[in-house]
Antibody, heavy 116, light 112 residues
Framework: EVKLVESGGGLVQPGRSLKLSCAAS????????MGWVRQAPGKGLEWIGE????????NYTPSLKDKFTISRDNAQNTLYLQMSKLGSEDTAIYYC?????????WGPGTMVTVSS | DIVMTQGALPNPVPSGESASITCQSS???????????LNWYLQRPGQSPQLLIY???TRASGVSDRFSGSGSGTDFTLKISRVEAEDVGVYYC?????????FGSGTKLEIK
């Protein structure tokens, strides 16, 4: 069974950094692109970015390219999202998802709240 | 960036009736391989999104045949036949042709 579980969310002060993790199981992690999507409270889905199998290609939505960094550890079957200079606009549920030409499996999400 | 624009539904939709959700892209999603890179997802209340349709018209594994996708290169429709209570939620289209892989703003389905 494919399983994705995000962790690392919580309350963080404006201007600080936070690193999210996504633990994958039930499939061959190093065979797939992986991605991050976020959803602000009461809003729609926003694609953050994706990373390919060997981390040689990483794409971001332009507005987040200088703040967020996606990485992965294939030995640990884990995807990461490093977020810096956080502001209130980054308050959202953050989902990781397995990527093919679509997102076919999603984690339950982890909530990040940016507030003083 | 490719802009995805979704239409609204005349909610609530009577149970057992059909519902059609529209999505328009600012650029053709038809690729040279003959596939159209348009996906549909359903996000039920309090849940993560789930994949319904990919490549415009291919149902994902385990998805009811009440869901069908169609369209051209820029105009797409998700049809839900005989709507049921479990279909309630927000439906999103997404293009997977070019980075960033943008989503539509979502279409809410309510059932009467």
């Amino acid at each position: 069974e494919v399983k994705l579980v995000e962790s690392g969310g919580g309350l963080v002060q404006p201007g600080r950094s936070l690193k999210l993790s996504c633990a994958a199981s039930g499939f061959s992690f190093n065979d797939y692109w992986m991605g991050w999507v976020r959803q602000a409270p009461g809003k729609g889905l926003e694609w953050i970015g994706e990373i390919n199998q060997d981390s040689s290609t990483i794409n971001y939505t332009p507005s987040l390219k200088d703040k967020f960094t996606i990485s992965r550890d294939n030995a640990q079957n884990t995807l990461y999202l490093q977020m810096s200079k956080l502001g209130s606009e980054d308050t959202a549920i953050y989902y990781c998802a397995r990527a093919d030409w679509y997102f076919d499996f999603w984690g339950p999400g982890t909530m990040v709240t940016v507030s003083s | 960036d490719i802009v995805m624009t979704q239409g609204a539904l005349p909610n609530p939709v009577p149970s057992g009736e059909s519902a059609s959700i529209t999505c328009q892209s600012s650029k053709s999603l038809l690729y040279s391989d003959g596939k159209t890179y348009l996906n549909w997802y359903l996000q039920r209340p309090g849940q993560s999104p789930q994949l319904l349709i990919y490549w415009m018209s291919t149902r994902a594994s385990g998805v009811s045949d009440r869901f069908s996708g169609s369209g051209s290169g820029t105009d797409f429709t998700l049809k839900i036949s005989r709507v049921e209570a479990e279909d309630v939620g927000v439906y999103y289209c997404q293009q997977f042709l070019e980075f960033p892989f943008t989503f539509g703003s979502g279409t809410k389905l309510e059932i009467k």
